[in-house]
């Protein structure tokens, strides 16, 4: 399917750096030392930040909330010449068994995480998928290829929690009864400037007992400030404008009060109880799931077309078959 429209899908606001940190080294195995840097505080708004105390990688984490298991893992790289956009960058995991100051061994993973830009080119993320075989501390080393063909890296530590804290893949999404355009009128359904009535017709717990795939975006449109949201909104209703009644589409805004927020300001914001219904604390997630409401796939931060579109198909796929062998 073409999906060239996505490409020009518009405002949005300038990288944030990350930025404060102490530094620290970590010995692992073998005699290397790997740097690791900690964030000022364990959230530096929604998302993780570093900064690299001997070189200038600044490092924001764009997934937070990981779990056990196959994770879908995104970070945002900036020097000091800006967003740092290299088609990709090297990745080894590590496990730090006496936690975030303690000794790490043998990289567990070596693969490469790509770069994925935002429409219009204004921010850009890594995404790669890895495997988490235990909770605990676990670091990141990123490395950059640098123009006289060495490597620069940076070596981060975060935390994984035995579940996520949000519906992880395999679980039953929440039957969530959100707000929609038959109780509530369109400026109160979303602070985006455009309103797309295809998003706003149903409850996830309509689209849900519809029993065909649902794609769920929890996004403000009209206050993405951080460098890990993106024009999301935007893409599902590309989604819904290209594949249509195949599945339902339901987006719901971060916040209850929109037009108070026009007036004034997100001080008097008021987040949406269905986020907490979803355990969700950072600021934009999409999630698709299959005609049983089950979770096949969840994005944290922006999700550009390159990996929305496989995951919906994957779903798609698999509820045209479960169609046709009904029928059989």
Do not use: K
Request: glycine residues 10%; charged residues 20%; negative net charge.
């Amino acid at each position: 399917m073409a999906m060239a429209m996505v490409l020009c899908l518009g405002g949005l606001a300038a990288l944030a750096v990350a930025c404060g940190g102490d530094d620290a080294d970590a010995l692992v195995d073998g005699g290397a030392t790997a740097r690791r840097i900690e964030p000022r505080s364990p959230l530096d708004g929604p998302y993780p930040q570093y900064q690299d105390g001997l070189n200038d990688l600044h490092t924001i984490l764009g997934t937070p909330d990981l779990g056990v298991g196959s994770q879908r893992v995104t970070f945002v790289l900036s020097d000091e010449t800006g967003l740092v956009r290299t088609p990709a960058v090297r990745v080894r995991t590590y496990f730090f068994a006496d936690g975030p100051r303690g000794v790490a061994g043998e990289p567990l993973a070596d693969t490469l995480a790509r770069f994925y830009e935002f429409p219009e080119g204004i921010r850009g993320l890594y995404s790669t998928t890895l495997e988490f075989d235990r909770s605990g501390t676990w670091g990141i080393e990123a490395g950059v290829a640098q123009p006289n063909g060495s490597l620069e890296t940076t070596l981060f530590t975060f935390e994984v929690a035995q579940a996520p804290e949000t519906p992880a893949v395999g679980e039953l999404a929440p039957r969530s009864h959100n707000r929609t355009s038959e109780d509530t009128p369109p400026e109160e359904l979303t602070t985006g400037v455009d309103f797309d009535a295809g998003l706003y017709r149903l409850t996830i717990d309509d689209a849900i007992a519809l029993g065909r795939p649902t794609v769920v975006v929890f996004a403000s449109p009209g206050f993405c400030t951080n460098a890990l949201c993106g024009p999301q909104v935007e893409l599902v209703s590309a989604l819904r404008t290209v594949y249509g009644p195949e599945a339902s589409y339901v987006h719901v805004e971060l916040y209850e009060n929109p037009s108070e927020i026009r007036s004034g300001g997100l001080e008097v914001a008021r987040r949406t109880p269905v986020l907490e219904e979803w355990g969700l604390t950072s600021d934009e997630w999409t999630f698709i799931l299959d005609g049983d409401g089950v979770v096949r796939a969840r994005f944290e931060g922006f999700a550009p077309m390159a990996e929305l579109v496989p995951a919906f198909e994957a779903v798609l796929a698999e509820a045209g078959e479960r169609a046709v062998s009904r029928v059989d």
